[in-house]
């Protein structure tokens, strides 16, 4: 748990101290109406990462098989895995209406937050080639650069707290950005040879899922604690490699005619936050 997520559960725990024993003798509060409000919390998201490269070394070899054909080695094929920890502050506005029946409270919610959320990854592989082999390395970042929600609640009052569950939709921006390197291990004074870069932006639509609690310090206003999960599913980035020949890559005795390379990254992410609400009615 990182030191900005203990201080907001501190500064929230200490705000719902304060606020709960001042109107502890006011009428229990009525839910039903539109609302306005708005948060600040942490979120710590994985981002699970699918690596695939693959160049040819001539028009005939089309695969990563270890047979030479005609004087061509094997294809150039990286494949691999690795795993980010997206973490950072979170915060925005959110927007609803609630419907109270005796205790049980229905409604829905909108919300729109920017996220700081960014991890910085590295990842390398072995690749074979011309009965050989050598390095990949790339390094990239991930980051989630806003989130937005829709989603139902259901809850029941006690007194003046309003506990509930929510889900539904959710959407967001996901930034990759990154470079890779290959160098030949028969060559190892060589300098690496750029093969290839990406910046690439996706708007995913995914779920969420999460629990909350309302505490009622007034008519109109009133303080929220919130957990969500939510789930935006796998992000596709590509990027182009370059051909090379013995005069370009590292002066080995191999050539690669262009390929591509793909990383696809299964995003999940939890929020805390704590915010205060407006009922406008």
């Known amino acids: 748990m990182g ?3 203990k201080k907001l559960l501190l500064l929230g725990g200490l705000l719902f101290a304060i606020a709960s024993p001042v ?3 006011s009428p229990a509060p009525i839910w039903t109406g539109f609302y306005v409000g708005g948060n600040a919390g942490y979120g710590w998201a994985k981002a699970s990462n699918d690596w695939n490269v693959f160049n040819q070394t001539t028009s005939l070899v089309t695969d990563c098989s270890t047979s030479t054909h005609l004087g061509g080695g094997n294809a150039f094929c990286v494949n691999g895995n690795d795993s980010g920890s997206l973490r950072g502050v979170i915060g925005g506005l959110q927007a609803g209406y609630n419907w109270q029946f005796g205790k049980i409270v229905t409604g829905a919610v909108t919300d729109f937050q920017f996220s700081g959320q960014q991890a910085s990854n590295s990842f390398s592989a072995i690749f074979p080639i011309n009965s050989d082999g050598g390095t990949f390395s790339a390094a990239s970042t991930e980051k989630l650069s806003w989130l937005g929600t829709f989603r ?12 509930y569950a929510t ?6 921006r996901v930034n990759v950005s ?18 290839g870069s990406w910046n690439r932006g996706t708007t995913k639509a995914g779920w969420t899922i999460g629990a909350g609690m309302e505490q009622s310090i007034d008519r109109n206003w009133s303080l929220m604690v919130e957990y969500l999960y939510v789930d935006l599913g796998t992000v596709s980035t590509s990027f182009v490699t370059p051909g090379g020949n013995p005069g370009q890559f590292n002066n080995a005795s191999m050539s690669l005619l262009p390929g591509t390379g793909t990383i696809s990254s299964r995003l999940t992410d939890n ?3 704590f915010g205060i609400n407006y009922k406008l009615n």
């Open 178 to 195: 990154g470079t890779a390197t290959a160098t030949v291990d028969l060559l190892v004074s060589s300098p690496p040879m750029p093969f």
């Open 271 to 273: 929020i805390v936050r």
């Open 152 to 163: 139902g609640k259901l809850g029941l009052t006690a007194d003046r707290s309003l506990f």
């Open 23 to 25: 109107y502890a003798g």
């Open 167 to 172: 889900g539904g939709l959710a959407y967001g």
């Open 3 to 5: 030191a900005d997520l």
